[in-house]
């Protein structure tokens, strides 16, 4: 089966797209999938540091779109998952140093390769986010449950819209069950309500995440962290399972509003 | 309007066309694209064309020689687009555009009106999303949600059957009669002629109100009902 090709996007800069990526990498190799992540935030390299492989980067991507190496060369493997690769992005360049087509044609050469080719994009809607999602078969969207973040998804989903890339899933990152109790965070009903695009996980506030990615071993990895669990979820529905959504709260009302917006009983 | 042939996209933009090139050698797509305006030169005639020639290096002489063979054939080229910050320059030297403001139909866009008159309705079957904007010289009918940071600048009336949660000034030419309905009535600001209104009210209602110009000039939200 040709590899499926999934863009992780979000508008808004600083709403977890890139640990998303990481994590979803992790849990989709633990699986038995060969993945490659790309690293599309050109000039901002991040990918790397979260997955603990800064210090092995030859090549980048700029690397092999301008021919100064092989795609394997820059195709970096994994410490301790062996069908897990990055391919990180160039340090010294920006945006400008890559096309939209090139972007298509290196996901055209790693569809063969592999089962999951995920796509870190940068922040924004400019030409990095454009190139980003090029090449994608699936775009998934992340926001956390606050204004500013579920505004910019908004744009994001409008714009994947225009340029007919369906209108993507959505990842609700960083819910906080008590803070939404005192009402003091949108719940993850009142995100889908607004954007009313399928909802591929919700991904509970958790420490260990930002620990995780300071030691460069995603939380996805830790049987017992219930972010992680809800990225593994994530990465199951990613290949096809139904998985149901983990209940983030305890007196079941989220729940039961979710079940209500999902059309789950 | 889209058509292909080996590495010419040709596309119909608002006032013109658009045509792409890719990164085979520009002697070949110079070629080609002049054989392509050959084969169908009363496509071409009069045309406003815009060139994007992806990250092609190109110097003075080949523009002006594309320039020349373009408007020997009745084209006018106004715009080159380029990711090479030369090419750039040297379309810039000529006095042509580098920037063609791509419009995205789905995001932006003023309707034209013909012959209905200022009874024409544009009707959208859809969620207006954060970034979009509608502009129509008649009234708007929506069927879905208008989301915060969506705009629609209506000459008529604006109904709304869904939330109304974004933008939206009716009457935009100066109609005071203009009514703005919605079934959730919870707009960042409204616009009615002249008559600006920040936030109605900041309680979500979930009931259908109609906003109007009142007997006192001000602009005014009620709630609808049927009688």
Redesign the interface.
Known sequence: MPAQVVTVTSGKGGVGKTTAVANLAVALASNGSKVVCIDGDIGLRNLDVILGLENRIVYDIVDVIEGRCRLKQAMIKDKKLPNLYLIPAAQTRDK?AV?A?DMNHLAKDLRSECDFVLIDSPAGIERGFKNAIAPADRVLVVTNPEISAV??A??V???L??EEKGPGALIINRLNPVLIKKQDMLSAGDVLD?L?IELIGIVPEDEGVLIGSNRGTPVSADPKSRAGQAFRNIARRLKGENVPFLDLDSSGSLWERLQKLTGRK | MNETNSMIHIKGLRDGLLVSL??APWEEQLAALVSRVDAQPSFFQGARLALDV??QILHVNDLVSLRDQLSERGIFLWAVVS?SPTTEQTAQLLGLATRISKP????SRAYAVDDLGEDAALFLDR?L????RIEFAGHVVVLG?V???AEIVAEGNVIIWGRL?GMVHAGSKGNREAVICALDFSPMQLRIADEVSAAMDSQTHSKPQVARINEFGSLQAENWSPD
Request: avoid cysteine; charged fraction near 40%.
């Open positions: 400008n096309s087509n505004r910019d908004d744009r989903i409008g714009i819209e225009a607004l009313a | 890719d990164d992806a990250s990711e995205r139909p789905e995001e969620t999303r954060y970034g979009t949600d989301n915060p940071g949660r």
